[in-house]
């Protein structure tokens, strides 16, 4: 690891959706973008291409088995691990049942966090166990596969790489697009390149984590239906059954006012909470309060050439049983990133590593301030060493464990795994709901003035209440009007 940085060690490193239900669609690096999926269909060049794919972005794409549960909502991807990858019938159905199972045990309510499995601990259990079903190599392709799969939303035209329009940490678009930043709990509309609006978000759990990549929006249906999963939480449920349809405006549907599909199987949705914005709200999907949803539909439409009036939506919510679809004039690109180190209006922004992805490192740091023009050593010694603390502090994953990005084919015996063996018999893993201690740390950086993407647009996006400097510098800025009123 390259260091610049004075006075400290470096940085430590359902189905998927209510994929699992309200949010299925049915009928490391400091990155934003992952590869498309292949489409030449032999087997062997599959192999080295997915092999090198994983390789190097092995921490862009985790696939837990409840991912791969999610993934399997879609018959094609059974076949597609069959006609691509070269598995048997018999292994399929065995990493289905593998995945299903897993999922089963997840239980949503609230309980004891430390038993609550992170990304890293449960993308290591998902290659254990296929690893026992298809062996070591197979095992390498079908986690590329599927993490590539993921990040597409098994769309032709979607895609990751430089597609994404990515090419540079904290890319501003010049184009007309969606970006949201997982870490950040941040989605923006961007307009021909300028920002339109932001709006704060609730994310997958990690246990379900949102892909990255580049999806599309190509239609907005409000009032949506909803047809429960085959789960145990539905099944413990006397209100709703597997299977049976819920009709749009029921207060059974959790899928709120507007559901907007951006590739299987994830969605942008209404239906949540305001306190479930900024922190754990589903299975793999971007959570929205009724209000931001109906707001970002009207605003979605017009970047994509449609006519959707603000009446218009007033008239939907009025008529909750009735489904209507809006077909959009041209699709919008959704780019689904992760970066944890973001420079914004001239501040530097730290997020905390919830998927464990291993990103808060100096080495993305260096990157992240060289794109914006300025050199490391540019820093002051106190710029340092609050960087350095920032940098070890947010370099931890949801439950406050030291977060490496471990790749989950290589599979170690970490604390975390001797924790979950510990603890196997404890009674069910619950699903990460919420973060333990800060979740960003801001900092300002006087070379850094004026440079970087753009502050949050509109009403309604505020800082998390722990997102400060620190407490030093909190202090220093407090104190900055008292000293310019002695100075006048």
């Not at 390149?193 to 932001?198: A, C, E, I, Q, T």
């Not at 970047?303 to 218009?312: F, H, N």
């Not at 959704?334 to 001239?346: F, H, K, N, Q």
């Amino acid at each position: 690891m390259r260091r610049f940085l004075r006075g400290g060690a470096a940085a430590v490193l359902a189905s998927a959706v209510l994929l699992a239900g309200a949010c299925v669609n049915q009928p490391a690096t400091n990155t934003s973008n992952t590869a498309a999926p292949p489409s030449n269909a032999n087997a062997n060049a599959n192999s080295n291409a997915n092999t090198n794919t994983r390789a190097a972005g092995a921490n862009t794409a985790p696939v837990t088995l409840a991912v791969l549960d999610a993934l399997f909502v879609d018959e094609k991807f059974a076949g597609e691990l069959k006609s691509r990858l070269g598995l048997t019938d018999e292994q399929v159905e065995s990493v289905r049942k593998l995945a299903r199972e897993e999922t089963a045990a997840l239980r949503e309510s609230e309980g004891d966090e430390e038993r609550a499995a992170t990304t890293t601990e449960a993308t290591r259990r998902a290659s254990e166990k296929i690893r026992a079903v298809v062996g070591p190599e197979k095992t390498e392709q079908l986690l590329a596969y599927a993490g590539e799969r993921w990040a597409s939303g098994g769309e032709e035209g979607a895609s990751g790489g430089a597609a994404a329009g990515a090419s540079a940490p904290n890319s501003v678009p010049d184009d007309t697009r969606v970006v949201v930043n997982i870490p950040a709990y941040r989605m923006d509309a961007f307009e021909n390149g300028k920002l339109v609006k932001s709006y704060k978000v609730g994310i997958g759990y990690p246990e379900f984590p949102l892909p990255t990549g580049l999806r599309r929006a190509s239609q907005i249906i409000f009032n949506p239906t909803w047809t429960p999963p085959d789960e145990p939480w539905v099944e413990a449920s006397t209100k709703v059954k597997p299977g049976e349809r819920v009709e749009a405006g029921s207060k059974l549907n959790p899928l709120g006012l507007i559901k907007i599909p951006i590739g299987s199987p994830s969605l942008i949705h209404g239906g949540k909470s305001p306190a479930r914005l900024g922190t754990f709200a589903s299975h793999g999907c971007v959570g929205l309060t009724n209000p931001q949803v109906q707001d970002f539909a009207q605003l979605l439409a017009r970047l994509g050439g449609a006519e959707v009036s603000k009446e218009d939506v007033a008239s939907y919510a009025k008529t909750r049983t009735e489904t209507k679809d809006v077909k959009l004039g041209r699709p919008v690109p959704v780019e689904l990133r992760y970066e944890t180190i973001v420079v914004s209006d001239g501040r530097l922004h730290i997020y905390r590593d919830v998927y464990d992805k291993g990103t808060n490192t100096e080495e993305n740091l260096r990157a992240v301030l060289q794109a914006h023009g300025v050199a490391p050593e540019q820093l002051s010694e106190e710029e340092r060493a609050q960087v350095q603390q920032a940098l070890t502090e947010m370099a931890r994953d949801a439950a406050g464990r030291p977060a490496d990005g471990t790749p989950s084919a290589t599979p170690s015996p970490t604390p975390a795994a001797k924790r979950e063996s510990a603890n196997a018999n404890k009674g069910p893993e619950r699903v990460t709901r919420n973060v333990k201690g800060r979740k960003e740390v801001v900092i300002q950086i006087a070379a850094l003035a004026g440079k970087g993407y753009p502050a949050p647009s509109g009403e309604g996006f505020a800082l998390p209440k722990d997102a400060t400097a620190p407490k030093q510098q909190q202090k220093q800025q407090a104190d900055r009007p008292a000293r310019a009123a002695a100075r006048r």
